[in-house]
T-cell receptor, first 109, second 115 residues
Framework: GQNIDQPTEMTATEGAIVQINCTYQ??????LFWYQQHAGEAPTFLSY????GLEEKGRFSSFLSRSKGYSYLLLKELQMKDSASYLC??????????FGAGTTVTVRA | ETGVTQTPRHLVMGMTNKKSLKCEQH?????MYWYKQSAKKPLELMFV???????ENNSVPSRFSPECPNSSHLFLHLHTLQPEDSALYLC??????????????FGPGTRLTVT
């Protein structure tokens, strides 16, 4: 089985930085994904890491350490529209993604 | 516009009813998925179809029956459901090729309530 852990909730102020951690224990590893899901909407792809290191994409960055089974998603210059649930997912086979329960981020003015 | 559509968006059904959920992807992908999303729980993978062949059935009860007539369409047939089956059902698609990993594109989901 797979075990993917991420905090349940985080709150931050507009313009600040928030880091969402994800730890995983899986039987195999073939990449880690981060998705954003606004309430009542579909999850949308944010980032993909398969090698160790940092991937930067605008205000969002994602980091992976395979040896530690650890990833984080960094959200910079927070905006109100960033209030959403952020899902960490690990791919352990040909097509199968295992998801964490998601981290609900609330951005306050 | 995600390129993956689902109908209906909301469905209320009794435990003795039979209904079907429909998913269509307009992205030319070769793999499609059904997920169940319950409150405060991780997305649960239910079924995977690759090139119209079912490659995964994640111990899903037989009251859920998938159908994939072609690579663009996916159905989930429902019958004699239980109240605990109430959840958001998400469809997704991706392009799978060899060892490459491509992101999955999700539809907006069907909010199912079983009474």
């Amino acid at each position: 089985g797979q075990n993917i852990d991420q905090p349940t909730e985080m709150t931050a102020t507009e313009g600040a930085i928030v880091q969402i951690n994800c730890t995983y224990q899986t039987s195999g590893f073939n990449g880690l994904f981060w998705y954003q899901q606004h309430a009542g909407e579909a999850p949308t792809f944010l980032s993909y890491n398969v090698l160790d290191g940092l991937e930067e994409k605008g205000r969002f960055s994602s980091f992976l350490s395979r040896s530690k089974g650890y990833s984080y998603l960094l959200l910079k210059e927070l905006q109100m529209k960033d209030s959403a649930s952020y899902l960490c997912a690990v791919r352990d086979g040909d097509y199968k993604l295992s998801f964490g329960a998601g981290t609900t981020v609330t951005v306050r003015a | 516009e995600t390129g993956v559509t689902q109908t209906p968006r909301h469905l209320v059904m009794g435990m003795t009813n039979k209904k079907s959920l429909k998913c269509e992807q307009h992205l030319g992908h070769n793999a499609m998925y059904w997920y169940k999303q319950s409150a405060k729980k991780p997305l649960e993978l239910m079924f995977v179809y690759n090139f119209k062949e079912q490659t995964e059935n994640n111990s899903v009860p037989s009251r859920f029956s998938p159908e994939c007539p072609n690579s663009s369409h996916l159905f989930l047939h429902l019958h004699t459901l239980q109240p605990e089956d109430s959840a958001l059902y998400l469809c997704a698609s991706s392009q799978e090729a060899g060892d490459n990993s491509y992101e999955q594109y999700f539809g907006p989901g069907t909010r199912l309530t079983v009474t």
